[in-house]
């Protein structure tokens, strides 16, 4: 099936005068026939219904044999990092999601796992970076919230040399996008709360691979631990999986207009998305990307007073954190997603306080250039 196609019927139970929609399983046990043999659902903390199709779902999306759901999109990556264990070192690109960067900061190191950082814009920092017991290593592409775009088969054909485990997020591109799998990625994952969900009204996160062993580490990992999505959540975001295509359609087509506007800004002095010309990994998206993304982000010319104060002059634009939403939302990284790292941190991987993230929604592009305009013009 092609992938509009299978985002609507890829999880087909087939059973006789089934409904077309999966029923929320609202039960937390499962009976047993006997106790001789255990049954496919046992209890929802091991697995349900709905987790199976959400996982099965996006598995066939990234061309991959198995997913597990996770109860957020740090679950997975966090149960994705425990792959290491102590004793073992870790590259983690420097230009890469707050969260996944206070994971590696903060947790790894109490667990006895020595973590290292790379640049991912150069396929040989991977070499560079990597000590004797390096057994992971996390990136991503397009970067947030400076939207760099690194060679996701460059990077992986180094840690593969070095026999190196690679996971990658692909929670900026989806699947629509990108596949990393085909580039050789060994784990893809997931913000299922960001485009896969795409209403802003659900938390979740989906892990990807095709390694069996791996699969068995992440299963594990998500039944003893218990970070887990309940029955709606799961059924939440299949029903927005459904509609994923389309979406990431409309997304692209008006982040790249808003892009070109804001390019063209006296008011702005600098914009960070890859479907830009003068972007410089336009040329790479070109290549390994479906579309250049629905996000970007653009400095203010001007203070960071000015930059705080920026959304509360837009009228459709919501300040918010996370993305992929229907709605169009600005956030601030130095004080959201990326609060955990010092200033000093944060300017060396490009987020000055002047630094605004945008997740275009599916508004009438019109409407929201003419918004960003007045909110320019009232700065």
């Not at 059973?15 to 077309?20: G, I, L, S, T």
């Not at 496919?40 to 959400?54: C, F, I, K, V």
């Not at 389309?246 to 997304?251: D, G, L, N, W």
């Not at 000093?344 to 508004?363: A, D, F, H, M, Q």
Request: net charge negative; aromatic share 6%; proline share 6%.
């Amino acid at each position: 099936m092609r992938e509009a196609t299978l985002a609507i019927h890829a999880h087909q139970r087939g059973a006789r005068n089934a409904p077309v929609m999966t029923p929320i399983y609202l039960s937390s046990t499962y009976q047993w026939e006997s106790f001789e043999e255990v049954p496919e659902w046992t209890y929802s903390r091991e697995g349900h219904p709905n987790r199976a199709e959400l996982e099965s779902v996006v598995a066939a999306l990234e061309g991959g044999k198995y997913g597990v759901a996770f109860a957020s999109g740090v679950a997975g990556i966090g149960a994705a990092l425990e792959l290491a264990k102590s004793g073992d070192h870790v590259l983690v690109a420097r230009d890469i999601y707050g969260g996944t960067y206070n994971l590696a900061k903060h947790v790894l190191p109490n667990h006895g796992v020595e973590v290292g950082f790379f640049d991912s814009l150069c396929p040989n920092s991977v070499a560079e970076g990597a000590q004797p017991n390096t057994k992971l290593l996390v990136f991503e592409t397009p970067t947030n919230p400076t939207l760099q775009i690194c060679d996701i088969e460059g990077v992986i054909s180094q840690a593969k040399l070095l026999g190196i485990t690679t996971v990658f997020d692909n929670t900026f591109a989806t699947p629509v996008l990108q596949k990393p799998l085909e580039f050789g990625a060994d784990v893809v994952c997931h913000s299922t709360t960001k485009y896969l969900g795409g209403h802003s009204d659900v938390v979740g996160g989906v892990v990807v691979t095709s390694d069996p062993d791996i699969h068995r580490h992440l299963l594990s990992t998500a039944t003893i631990v218990g970070g887990v999505p309940g029955p709606f959540d799961a059924w939440l975001v299949c029903r927005g999986i459904k509609s994923l295509v389309p979406r990431m359609r409309m997304h692209c087509e008006s982040a790249l207009q808003v892009a070109q506007f804001l390019a063209a800004h006296p008011k702005v002095k600098k914009v960070n998305h890859p479907g830009l010309p003068d972007h410089p990994g336009h040329q790479l998206a070109k290549r390994q990307m479906r579309a250049f993304g629905a996000m970007l982000s653009f400095e203010i010319d001007g203070s960071a007073h000015d930059a705080m104060t920026f959304g509360k002059k837009c009228r459709i634009f919501k300040m918010a954190a996370s993305l992929g939403g229907v709605e169009s939302l600005i956030s601030y990284p130095t004080k959201m997603s990326h609060a955990g790292l010092t200033e000093k941190e944060r300017i060396s991987r490009g987020i000055p306080p002047t630094l605004l993230r945008v997740s275009i929604g599916l508004e009438d592009p019109a409407d929201l250039l003419e918004d960003l305009e007045q909110a320019l013009a009232a700065g």
